[in-house]
């Protein structure tokens, strides 16, 4: 018998403009609360963009995503599946970000992870850039490597930038393979494109056994195919999500900060999650939402309908695996 309804408010009860804004209505349920053991899925925040090289704003991505994910219905009109009965979600809130100190930040995204999953809750962040996916990485696979299948334009595959400095949001995935929380031949990255400094990134991916499928070949082989193969790669085993918003074009998601043309549409960018139905999926992160690039809020509520989408498959993960 749970102490909350873990339902969200209905739009029928009170206006999506009404009342406080947490992900998609959901009850708000403190990661140092008693009622975290009532929780299968939690959605957080995490605003810290401290790894950004470009143009800075996904520090203020969790915020608006709340605020446009007050749209989200409780059935996926695609699939059918109606996540808020299948499992108690809540809005776990954000993590407390440190923008002066690198090293910190990580820790704290870091700690409050390992706590989520030492309750035995599932994880969907909201970013945040991308660097913010390493340290939920050590906080949830810490003692056993996962697979991921990974949206993006970009591959995060880089060792350093500027002098030497290992941590930014180009190099999270090289950071996590290095230190065992990915299992990299269980790591398919699609949607890879533009121009590029050189091929360190994809060198070190042929090395270690990382599946980058790009742009032109997601267009030639289509969804259906292509999403086969990322399930194989991933099997059965626990894997991990992470959609960059930038893995759509930017005529449907102008708002993040390292734009790449020549990507897919918003139903492509939906497709695509729906075509992760069956996998075990112990975590996932929709990332680098940048609110001053994003003046009418549709990249925003893009994003809300994908974290809306990994939310039904997370739901659906088979008994037992999670």
Known sequence: MTSTDYTPVSGMDLPRFAGIPTFMRLPHVPVTSDQLSEVDIGLIGVPWDSGTT????????????????????????????????????????????????MQDGLNRVQEFFAKVKAAGVLPLMAGGDHLCSLPVLRGIASDSPVGMVHFDSHTDLFDSYFDGNRYTHGTPFRRAVEENLLDPERVVQIGIRGTAYDREDCDFADAVGIRIIRIEE???????????????IVGASPCYVS????????????????????????FEALQVVRELQGLNVVGADLVEVSPPFDMNGMTAWLGASLMFELLCVMSQVPSGNA
Not at 87 to 99: E, F, I
Not at 245 to 256: H, K, Q, R
């Open 243 to 266: 959609y960059d918003i930038d893995f759509i074009d930017p005529t449907f998601a102008p708002g993040t900060g390292t734009p790449e043309v020549g990507g897919p549409n918003s």
């Open 218 to 232: 997601f267009f030639k082989r289509g969804i259906a195919d292509v999403m086969v193969e990322a399930r194989e």
């Open 54 to 101: 470009n143009r800075p704003g996904p520090r203020h991505g969790p915020r608006q995503l709340r605020d446009l994910s007050t749209m989200i219905r409780a059935q996926n009109g695609a699939t059918g599946v109606r996540p808020f009965e299948a499992v108690n979600c809540a809005d776990l809130g954000d993590v407390s970000p440190n923008p002066v100190d």
